[in-house]
């Protein structure tokens, strides 16, 4: 799972010690299971099997959660102190948007309404043409033939261009690849959007937004009507 980037965690029944960074997030028997490293000179001191309030932070989108978790681990470092919260199913979905924000908000276009997408390889001539396979707010699933999989291998970035249904230019994104996964006849690509600057004033994100908020209610009132009828 990527872990989104300047996501920090306080704990507010010990205001004086250091905020901590989230490092790894995974789904366990027992729940959903979240690494926090925190410096070791202001780190808190848990025990563990401790319960208590844990304040989330991400930085580069402004967004706050809380969250009760519990200590299920702690390790004491050289130079950190590194715990592992618990937390169960239900508090997950609270902080799904902050710490899985592409599994949160994903969208599935259209078949009949597709986003094209062209990937770019820096020093590398030609276009790759892609399908998407799903859209949210940070990134995009694609659909990659898999003969280009050699020469996309070796990249961590790669231009992207997305024409969204309705959109007569194109977005153009330098994007990170996150993930890649063998596919039915394809390479699954997921690329998160690489954005400088503040989110909320970027166009581009604000079309992508906007379509995912669209298909987002299509899927609903699709999902509504299925219940309705069984």
Not at 34 to 63: H, I, K, N, S
Not at 66 to 76: E, F, I
Not at 91 to 101: F, I, N
């Amino acid at each position: 799972m990527s872990i989104p980037s300047h996501v920090s965690v306080t704990v507010p029944s010990l205001p004086g010690s250091q905020p901590g960074r989230v490092t790894d997030v995974w789904h366990a028997v027992d729940g959903v299971r979240v690494q926090v490293e925190f410096p070791l000179g202001g780190a808190p001191l848990l025990p563990v099997g401790r319960a208590g309030e844990l304040a989330f932070f991400r930085a580069d989108t402004g967004e706050r959660v809380s969250a009760l978790g519990k200590v299920a681990y702690r390790n004491d470092g050289d130079t950190q102190r590194g715990y592992h919260f618990l937390f169960g199913e239900r508090t997950r979905q609270s902080l799904a948007s902050l710490l899985e924000p592409r599994r949160a908000y994903r969208v599935h276009p259209d078949p009949d309404e597709p986003v094209a997408v062209t990937l770019t390889v820096p020093g590398t001539p030609g276009a790759i043409i892609g399908a998407a396979r799903d859209v949210s707010k940070s990134g995009i699933g694609i659909d990659i033939p898999w003969e280009h999989e050699a020469t996309l291998s070796k990249q961590n970035v790669i231009e992207l261009r997305m024409r969204l249904p309705g959109q007569a230019e194109e977005l153009v994104f330098t994007s990170r690849v996150r993930n890649r996964c063998l596919g039915t006849g394809a390479i699954i690509y997921g690329l998160e959007f690489s954005v400088s600057g503040a989110p909320e004033t970027d166009t581009r994100l604000m079309l992508v937004g906007e379509y995912v908020a669209h298909r987002s209610k299509i899927a609903q009132r699709n999902a509504a009507a299925a219940r309705q009828s069984a």
